[in-house]
């Protein structure tokens, strides 16, 4: 049973580049989610696809953030400009089974900003 | 900003003793999902419930929902350090609100 999967793990990068994260979510689900979480917070909505349609973005996903599912499957994060700002947990979650509303979350990518 | 209070923010207890964390909110929920998180990782659903007054069994913990579905509990009996975590409630149909999690340590 393939689990959300995420790459990369970590990422280290200078202020100012561009990060791209990807999320393969379980095979069968139809949805897509993108969370950002903080030290000691929860994980926050960013952004949320059915298929490939992104049907929701949090005022959080500024104009340097991006999303993507162009296929209906796998989905990719871009953060453009970065900011030490931008240093957190992403977390991709894919829900559409049995349970639709129930959310399977990956391990994460953690971003640095330095 | 987080709709979901999550109570107390940490919690060490000894192995073999009980423990609850509470999930309050303001907001009545369809559902309300318990997440376990470990560190670096990502967070690991528990179990999901719908029904207001709902209890549910998962072998030493167990999971209630309010009446009015604002608030739920999470129990755990005999806690094992393996139980040591971040545990998450999040409500919500597809787009979850989080708490900001009770950091539960178990010390053997």
């Known amino acids: 049973d393939t689990g959300v999967s995420q790459n990369p793990r970590h990422k280290i990068t200078k202020r100012g580049q561009n990060v791209t994260f990807r999320c393969d979510p379980i095979s069968e689900h139809n949805r897509l989610y993108w969370y950002r979480q903080t030290l000691g917070q929860g994980p926050e909505f960013l952004t949320y696809f059915q298929n490939e349609a992104q049907l929701e973005k949090s005022r959080l996903l500024s104009d340097r953030f991006s999303a993507e599912r162009p296929k209906g499957s796998f989905s990719t994060l871009e953060i453009q400009r970065t900011e030490q700002g931008d240093s957190a947990m992403y977390l991709c979650?894919?829900?559409?089974?049995?349970?639709?509303?129930?959310?399977?979350f990956g391990p994460g990518t953690r971003l640095t900003v330095t | 900003t987080q709709l979901l209070e999550q109570s107390p923010q940490f919690l060490s207890i000894q192995e073999g003793e009980n423990l609850t964390v509470y999930c309050n909110s303001s907001?009545?929920?369809?559902?309300l999902q318990w997440y376990r998180q470990e560190p670096g990782e990502g967070p690991v659903l528990l179990v999901t419930v719908v029904t207001g007054g709902e209890v549910k069994k998962l072998k030493r913990l167990t999971f209630q929902f309010g009446d009015a579905r604002k608030d739920s509990s999470l129990h755990i009996t005999a806690a094992q350090p393996g139980d040591t975590g971040l545990y998450l409630c999040?409500?919500?149909?597809?787009?979850?609100?989080f708490g900001a999690g009770t950091t539960v340590t178990v010390r053997a």
């Open positions: 999040a409500g919500g149909y597809y787009k979850l609100s």
């Open positions: 979650a894919s829900s559409g089974g049995g349970i639709a509303y129930e959310q399977y």
């Open positions: 907001s009545v929920f369809s559902s």
